[in-house]
């Protein structure tokens, strides 16, 4: 009953915002005259989502299926790589000042030199950047947790006389999901925003993108603020699998503390 | 990484970072040489790049492109390189608006949200879930304002929706690391703060700013990237012309008749980001006084601190 | 039966020329089969680093240590310690149980017998309920215990402890040195206990070493009284006069230091 009663507690703060947002934007909209071009009100735009569903759901799933792709290979190779430079130390001096500098630029802007490469009739392209995109933080944290060792846990093993690998087995690798999971977290939220944005580049007009820029082509605003909302659900629908994966993996983080 | 590393690490990583970009120069030309032309298929679908001239040109003519004219036989030659630089810095120009409109709007808004609890609360997790979805997608209705938008007397100007888009990008991570940073001091100090009689504003001067300059420098390189990334998507999906998103699509679809050329303004797109990142950490290394504060815990610097991370480290005392 | 540990002469150095920390020098002590030994003094006297000796967690710089009549090295290999630090160490992602089986499972013991002897051990320290919860449902005192559990889990003739309670507040401590004080009389293991505190020293050992820094070596031993160690003993007259010895041991050398 507790756990239900701070629950609410936490969420009823974002979700009165969210209402009352919705509702002053509404309102807004109706008080200020404004032009759909410039802010459609909320009441249509959930008609157009509603109106076009089909055309939105065919969208997203070509849109999802470039992110889906895009993120396994991603956290696969970003998930071995760790691993591999977690035993040589030449391949982690070699990534990490790369995956630094690779934060600091858009990935994204090579889809055009990948769209010649393959040709810009494949779905390859786009899931390549979505790969790229996912591999680095997926990486980055995974190598990270592979590095750290509890002190304490590292004399024990030692007192124990196990041998290198034994201590990655039993410590390392288990002590390093949480960081894994951190980096899947933001990869899987990447992978959406980056197949997204990867689609602006031409090529194939299945996805969200070219059908908000079409939309907005048309002039039907509502219609493209509603793509909008459909992206920004697909979004969220990758964050949320990846937490639950999350939750699934590590059951022992789900159990609170005793007093 | 808010610590800088001495001076001999740093050295270090640099050197390593030319290693790896050669590296990876020479996989590309290995690749071009070892793999066949029309590259490799499994039954319709390419899986493996073409290695032809055309879609793969070498290392050294991407690097010849800089030189080229821009139009060939055009009077007053201006080169590639000359193009692109002159679009990188228009591009950098409006997404340092936008990175400075944003940063100081999130700070101001994680301010309220460390002063006024309930805002906190119905805010941060709306912040925390905006890094998580592709408002990137708002860009080219953003962009339909187009000049026919009047705000507070001053008209829309195109470039004004890059650099919303890019504020927009850069707005949220400076709050959740802001927040964060403001929040950090632990519940000794802020006590003894209170033993002084210290007023609110005092407290954030004296206290939570200082220990917020770890947390914040890692946001705000995550908030430039961001900012460079947005405005160039943002010109890619508006056509904005001048910015480097123009251009890169301009070359691109040149591309069959100078393949190489669409790299030279990815190259600056990509110098652009550096130089974004770069500025923060010359920030960084101007606020050196502040480096004593221990590293926050075991978050990823290059992202967005959403949720809980793990901490590894409780600080018990050995004897 | 032959004696549990037999260090001698052995000194143990950090560094080189001028910067050198002289951590032990030239240590000699013998702890008899099933004898509690406590190793007290100030910090830096070099108690915790010996005990890292006599555990082969780090190599002596001069002389010898002989565990179970094996040299260290032998004697980690063959499992004949348990080790109990102050922080339990214990693995997030395992259940209790599977903490205690540890050492076990790392040295190719059959799962039946692991679980029995899991079982028998959390019997031991009382925990026999929180066989299958995680520790960080577990409060520090209890988290302590598993350690506890999980060092004695190969049945070693002797327990290395490094400051297992110094995280824990007084009652708790207490508790827990009455609690250790039974599982040691029902194993009979030889204890080699590391401690910041005269009264928990006294009331765990039968020989109370004291040592003292700079360089790090043993200044006194004191012996405690065979008396039954139950609460009446915290209370009683041979107690205070063992922790008054103590303390001048350790006074009279931080006094001349």
Same mark, same amino acid.
């Given at each position: 009953?507790?756990?239900?009663?701070?629950?609410?507690?936490?969420?009823?703060?974002?979700?009165?915002?969210?209402?009352?947002?919705?509702?002053?934007?509404e309102?807004?909209?109706?008080?200020?005259?404004?032009?759909?071009?410039?802010?459609?009100?909320?009441?249509?735009?959930w008609?157009?989502?509603?109106?076009?569903l089909?055309?939105?759901?065919?969208?997203?799933?070509?849109?999802a299926?470039?992110?889906?792709v895009g993120?396994?290979?991603?956290?696969?190779a970003?998930?071995?790589?760790?691993?591999?430079?977690?035993r040589?130390?030449?391949?982690?001096?070699?990534?990490?000042?790369?995956?630094?500098a690779?934060?600091?630029?858009?990935?994204?802007?090579?889809?055009?030199?990948?769209?010649?490469?393959?040709?810009?009739?494949?779905?390859?392209?786009?899931?390549?950047?979505?790969?790229i995109?996912?591999?680095?933080?997926?990486f980055?944290?995974?190598?990270?947790?592979l590095r750290r060792?509890?002190p304490v846990?590292?004399?024990?093993?030692?007192?124990y006389?196990?041998?290198?690998w034994?201590?990655t087995?039993m410590?390392?690798?288990?002590?390093?999901?949480?960081?894994?999971?951190?980096g899947?977290?933001?990869?899987?939220?990447?992978?959406?925003?980056?197949?997204i944005v990867?689609?602006y580049?031409?090529g194939l007009?299945k996805?969200?993108?070219?059908a908000?820029?079409?939309?907005?082509?048309?002039s039907?605003?509502?219609?493209?603020?509603?793509?909008?909302?459909a992206?920004?659900?697909?979004?969220?629908?990758?964050?949320?699998?990846?937490?639950?994966?999350e939750?699934?993996?590590?059951?022992?983080?789900?159990l609170?503390?005793?007093p | 990484?808010?610590?800088?590393?001495?001076?001999?690490?740093?050295?270090k990583?640099a050197?390593?970072?030319l290693?790896a970009?050669?590296?990876?120069?020479?996989?590309?030309?290995?690749?071009k040489? #070892?793999? $066949?032309?029309? &590259?490799?298929?499994i039954?319709?679908?390419?899986?493996?790049?073409?290695?032809?001239?055309?879609?793969?040109?070498?290392?050294?003519?991407?690097i010849?492109?800089?030189?080229?004219?821009e139009?060939?036989?055009?009077?007053?030659?201006?080169t590639?390189?000359?193009?692109?630089?002159s679009?990188? /810095?228009?591009s950098?120009?409006?997404?340092?608006?936008?990175f400075l409109?944003?940063s100081?709007?999130?700070?101001?808004?994680?301010?309220?949200?460390q002063?006024?609890?309930?805002?906190?609360?119905?805010?941060?997790? /709306?912040?925390?879930?905006?890094?998580t979805?592709p408002?990137?997608?708002?860009?080219?209705?953003?962009y339909?304002?187009?000049?026919?938008?009047?705000l507070?007397?001053?008209? /829309?100007q195109p470039w004004?929706?890059?650099?919303?888009?890019?504020?927009?990008?850069?707005?949220?991570?400076v709050?959740?690391?802001a927040?964060?940073?403001?929040?950090?001091?632990?519940?000794?100090?802020?006590?003894l703060?209170?033993c002084?009689?210290?007023?609110?504003?005092?407290t954030?001067?004296?206290?939570?700013?200082?220990?917020?300059? $770890?947390?914040?420098?890692?946001? #705000?390189?995550?908030?430039?990237?961001?900012?460079v990334?947005?405005?160039?998507?943002a010109?890619?999906?508006?056509g904005?012309a001048?910015?480097?998103g123009?251009?890169?699509?301009?070359?691109?679809?040149?591309?069959?008749g100078? $393949?190489?050329?669409?790299?030279?303004p990815?190259?600056?797109?990509?110098?652009? &980001?550096?130089?974004a990142?770069?500025?923060?950490?010359?920030?960084?290394?101007?606020?050196?006084?502040?480096? &004593?504060i $221990?590293?926050?815990?075991?978050?990823p610097?290059?992202?967005?601190?959403?949720g809980?991370?793990?901490?590894?480290?409780?600080?018990?005392?050995?004897? | 039966?032959?004696?549990?540990?037999?260090?001698?002469?052995v000194s143990?150095?950090?560094?080189?020329?001028?910067?050198?920390v002289?951590?032990?020098?030239?240590?000699?002590?013998?702890?008899?089969?099933?004898?509690f030994?406590?190793?007290?003094?100030?910090s830096?006297?070099?108690k915790s680093?010996?005990?890292?000796?006599?555990?082969?967690?780090?190599p *002596?710089?001069?002389?010898?240590v002989?565990v179970?009549?094996?040299?260290?090295?032998?004697?980690r290999?063959?499992?004949?310690?348990?080790?109990?630090?102050?922080?339990?160490?214990?693995?997030?992602w395992?259940s209790?149980?599977?903490?205690?089986?540890? *050492?076990?499972?790392?040295?190719?013991?059959?799962?039946?017998?692991?679980?029995?002897?899991?079982?028998?051990?959390l019997?031991?320290?009382?925990?026999?309920e929180?066989?299958d919860?995680?520790p960080s449902?577990?409060?520090?005192?209890?988290?302590?215990?598993?350690?506890?559990?999980?060092?004695?889990?190969?049945?070693?003739?002797?327990?290395?402890?490094d400051?297992?309670?110094?995280a824990?507040?007084?009652?708790?401590?207490?508790?827990?040195?009455?609690?250790?004080i039974?599982?040691?009389?029902?194993?009979?293991?030889?204890?080699v206990?590391?401690?910041?505190?005269?009264?928990?020293?006294?009331?765990?050992?039968r020989?109370v070493?004291?040592m003292s820094?700079? *360089?790090?070596?043993?200044?006194?031993?004191?012996e405690?009284?065979?008396?039954?160690?139950?609460?009446?003993?915290?209370?009683?007259?041979?107690?205070?006069?063992?922790?008054?010895?103590?303390?001048?041991a350790?006074?009279?050398?931080?006094?001349?230091?």
């Amino acid at each position: 009953m507790r756990r239900l009663r701070s629950a609410w507690s936490a969420a009823w703060p974002p979700l009165a915002f969210g209402v009352a947002f919705l509702a002053l934007w509404e309102a807004f909209v109706d008080w200020r005259d404004v032009e759909p071009f410039v802010l459609p009100k909320p009441s249509v735009i959930w008609e157009q989502l509603t109106e076009n569903l089909d055309i939105i759901t065919r969208a997203m799933w070509a849109t999802a299926q470039n992110a889906l792709v895009g993120l396994a290979i991603g956290v696969v190779a970003g998930l071995l790589m760790a691993i591999l430079a977690a035993r040589l130390r030449t391949l982690d001096e070699l990534l990490t000042p790369l995956s630094a500098a690779v934060a600091a630029i858009p990935i994204v802007a090579l889809t055009p030199v990948l769209n010649t490469m393959f040709s810009t009739t494949s779905s390859i392209p786009r899931r390549l950047i979505v790969a790229i995109v996912v591999f680095f933080p997926v990486f980055v944290n995974t190598a990270r947790g592979l590095r750290r060792i509890e002190p304490v846990h590292a004399e024990l093993m030692r007192s124990y006389a196990a041998g290198p690998w034994t201590t990655t087995r039993m410590v390392r690798l288990p002590g390093a999901l949480p960081f894994f999971f951190t980096g899947l977290r933001i990869a899987s939220s990447t992978a959406v925003i980056a197949a997204i944005v990867s689609e602006y580049f031409g090529g194939l007009q299945k996805g969200l993108g070219p059908a908000i820029t079409s939309a907005a082509a048309a002039s039907a605003y509502p219609r493209a603020w509603a793509i909008v909302v459909a992206a920004i659900a697909l979004g969220l629908v990758f964050y949320l699998a990846a937490v639950a994966a999350e939750w699934l993996a590590m059951p022992w983080r789900r159990l609170s503390v005793a007093p | 990484m808010s610590a800088l590393l001495p001076r001999a690490a740093q050295v270090k990583r640099a050197a390593w970072l030319l290693v790896a970009i050669l590296g990876l120069c020479v996989l590309w030309e290995l690749y071009k040489l #070892l793999m $066949p032309d029309d &590259g490799v298929s499994i039954g319709d679908t390419l899986v493996l790049p073409r290695t032809d001239d055309a879609s793969m040109p070498h290392i050294s003519e991407i690097i010849g492109t800089f030189d080229d004219p821009e139009v060939a036989g055009a009077a007053q030659a201006s080169t590639v390189g000359s193009a692109v630089s002159s679009a990188a /810095w228009y591009s950098l120009r409006l997404a340092a608006a936008g990175f400075l409109f944003g940063s100081l709007v999130g700070f101001a808004l994680a301010l309220l949200m460390q002063r006024v609890r309930i805002a906190e609360r119905a805010l941060m997790p /709306w912040a925390v879930l905006s890094q998580t979805v592709p408002l990137i997608a708002l860009a080219p209705l953003v962009y339909g304002w187009g000049a026919n938008l009047t705000l507070f007397g001053l008209d /829309w100007q195109p470039w004004m929706s890059v650099s919303i888009i890019s504020a927009y990008l850069a707005f949220v991570p400076v709050t959740v690391g802001a927040l964060r940073g403001l929040q950090s001091p632990p519940a000794v100090q802020t006590e003894l703060l209170a033993c002084y009689a210290a007023s609110w504003w005092q407290t954030v001067l004296r206290l939570r700013l200082p220990a917020a300059v $770890p947390y914040l420098i890692p946001a #705000l390189k995550l908030a430039a990237a961001s900012a460079v990334i947005g405005a160039i998507v943002a010109e890619i999906s508006t056509g904005l012309a001048g910015g480097i998103g123009r251009l890169i699509i301009t070359y691109a679809q040149q591309a069959t008749g100078d $393949p190489a050329r669409v790299y030279a303004p990815i190259i600056g797109a990509a110098v652009m &980001g550096i130089v974004a990142v770069g500025s923060i950490t010359l920030l960084d290394i101007g606020l050196r006084r502040f480096q &004593g504060i $221990p590293e926050p815990s075991a978050e990823p610097d290059i992202a967005g601190s959403v949720g809980g991370g793990p901490v590894l480290r409780p600080w018990r005392s050995r004897a | 039966m032959s004696d549990a540990i037999t260090i001698a002469g052995v000194s143990k150095r950090f560094g080189s020329g001028a910067t050198a920390v002289h951590a032990l020098e030239s240590v000699d002590l013998v702890v008899g089969p099933g004898e509690f030994v406590s190793l007290i003094g100030p910090s830096g006297c070099g108690k915790s680093t010996l005990l890292r000796i006599i555990a082969d967690l780090i190599p *002596p710089t001069q002389g010898t240590v002989v565990v179970a009549d094996k040299p260290v090295g032998t004697a980690r290999l063959d499992q004949e310690y348990g080790i109990a630090f102050q922080q339990a160490g214990l693995l997030e992602w395992r259940s209790v149980r599977a903490n205690i089986e540890l *050492p076990l499972q790392l040295h190719g013991v059959g799962r039946a017998e692991r679980r029995a002897r899991a079982m028998e051990l959390l019997e031991l320290v009382g925990l026999e309920e929180f066989a299958d919860h995680h520790p960080s449902q577990l409060s520090g005192g209890m988290q302590q215990r598993v350690a506890i559990a999980r060092a004695l889990a190969p049945r070693p003739a002797l327990l290395l402890m490094d400051e297992p309670f110094g995280a824990l507040d007084e009652m708790t401590r207490e508790r827990m040195q009455a609690e250790l004080i039974r599982i040691c009389a029902e194993t009979s293991a030889a204890v080699v206990f590391v401690t910041h505190s005269i009264p928990e020293a006294v009331f765990l050992s039968r020989r109370v070493v004291v040592m003292s820094p700079r *360089p790090g070596r043993i200044t006194a031993t004191v012996e405690v009284p065979d008396v039954v160690r139950n609460e009446d003993f915290r209370e009683d007259e041979r107690f205070y006069a063992a922790v008054t010895e103590v303390r001048e041991a350790l006074r009279g050398r931080l006094a001349a230091a």
